[in-house]
């Protein structure tokens, strides 16, 4: 950093990855801005500073030591600053000490303190955004903690007994093991020292209703009259119940999964054409329905099941469709990557069930695949990929019937 580069920083004042401190704070006041940092985007402390803005300049003794003793005494785990010292005005030096965002862990003050920064201030984190924090970092997967008020007694057997004897092969009256020592070992439920629950993974696959349990499970569907968000609609669903279908000893479907229903919904609410290819007339869908699938069974698999209040929503205007899911994507992968296979598994159970049921088949390509190569010669338009504030949207374009249609 040059001396114009910091003399403009100081201009532009405090902000969400800037705090000004004088060398005479606290380790442990340090320590907290530091730790909002990191589990933060990161950003930088400018030593030597009033909060005002006025250049003090440092006058600790061995301040650069002193840091990093606090980053190691005070911070969990230790934080590896970047340090730089630079004078602004005759004999008066600022220290810039650099906070990068921590990407594999969660950090917390010696004193048990949780922090984040907002703004530009540092504040303790409430326990969703703790949560998201922790899974984002991929410390824990949040599909497989308890839910509170479940037991054996909330599974629906039928898709327990499925599950294992149809798709796993398993028959459950001849293994040796308890069946709720089977679940726990597979994930369905897990021991606390409370007790047995049921995980998210288990309650969205083998509860009957999971919303009961799960407020931000399903998924809210409309379809506007027009292109944009408005209060006309002509058609709206909340779709719920299991995220799988629920069959018979003979494989008919007994109850259809709110993967299955949003699928219903779109063709309900889309519409086909038809045009001549010689003699042959051909009906075209307005979107794939591979494409409309692999967007539903991403969202239901990837969304961050920590946001309490936000249900996946599938918006259908006349000029495109929507999925968004809540949640950001994981801080390893980016829309770019996203688009040439790369994969991260948010709720590794979750997929690992739908991977079972069949609606999940090969890891990193549903999306450069089945949605946006698929839907670009479907209608000869890019599928867009965006994020918009905690929502990750994938936004599919239909065909038109004026526009040459690759035969599927």
Known sequence: MTKLELLEIIR?????YIEFKLDTISPNELAEVFIGFANSDGGKVLLGISDSGEIIGITREKLEEWIIN???NNCDPWIIPFIETLEVEPSKKVMVVTIP???SSVYKTNRGRWLIRVGSTTRDASSEELSRLFQQRGVVHFDIAPVPNTGFDQ??????????EVIRKIRIDEIEMKLTDLLVNSQIMTQTDEGRFITIAGTLIFVRNPERFLPQAGITAVRFKGNEMTYETSDREDIEGSLVN???DYGNIIEYGVIEKAIGFVERN???FSYMNGIIRKDVSQYRKE????AIVNAVSHRHYSIIGSKIRLFIFNDRL????PGRIPNTVTIEKMKTSCHYARNPVIVKFLQHFGYVEDIGLGIPDKIIKLMREHSGKEPELRESGEEFIITLFPAEPSKNIKEE
């Not at 494409?291 to 692999?294: A, K, N």
Request: net charge positive; glycine share 6%.
């Open 12 to 16: 532009n004042g405090e902000n969400s």
């Open 246 to 248: 629920l069959y018979d």
């Open 291 to 294: 494409s409309i699938r692999e």
């Open 70 to 72: 606090v980053c190691r």
């Open 101 to 103: 965002k921590g990407l």
């Open 322 to 325: 929507e999925v968004r899911s």
């Open 270 to 272: 889309t519409s086909t």
């Open 155 to 164: 599974l629906d057997i039928r898709r327990v007994k499925y599950y294992w």
